[in-house]
């Protein structure tokens, strides 16, 4: 029965997209996944994709698929880069992990509009201003 399965939410889990530090790169971002545990996370698979409506013209992006074996306790990975152009749709990071045995998955979505200096805060693991969902 459906009541019999375990309902673990996920916490200690971010993704974060923050501006490259070179200024040369203004296009590019970079979307980090970080780990805030203090214990590794395995078997990570994040789909990413972006949709909207930009003009009245329905986009969708490709979707793509990342996978890390094993991510360290507090550790923070690059995922993609990320064109600034992407901002103006929803941008979607569907996270799966294994942890203690257990399978764990979560949604964040950045909804248009949503990356923007006015959101900044300082994300944890790599002290650089951006903006970040748990």
């Known amino acids: 029965m459906k009541k019999d399965i375990p309902q673990h939410k996920v ?4 993704i974060a ?6 200024v040369q790169e203004e296009e ?18 994040i789909n990413s994709k ?7 013209e329905t986009i969708k992006t490709s979707t793509f698929r ?3 074996e094993l991510i360290g306790p507090r ?13 103006d749709l929803t941008n979607e990071y569907w996270v799966s992990f294994q942890y203690n045995d257990y399978m764990y998955d979560k949604k964040y979505v950045f909804v248009k509009g ?17 903006v970040m969902i748990r």
């Open 11 to 14: 916490e200690h889990l971010a």
């Open 17 to 22: 997209i923050v501006p490259r530090e070179e």
């Open 28 to 45: 590019l971002w970079d979307t980090i996944i970080l780990n805030l545990r203090d214990e590794p996370i395995k078997n990570v698979l």
């Open 50 to 56: 972006g949709y909207g409506i930009i003009d009245g």
């Open 66 to 68: 990342h996978f890390f």
């Open 75 to 87: 550790q923070a990975l690059l995922i993609e880069p990320i064109q600034t152009k992407l901002f």
């Open 114 to 130: 949503s990356i923007h200096e006015m959101h900044f805060t300082t994300i944890p693991l790599l002290d650089r201003k951006g």
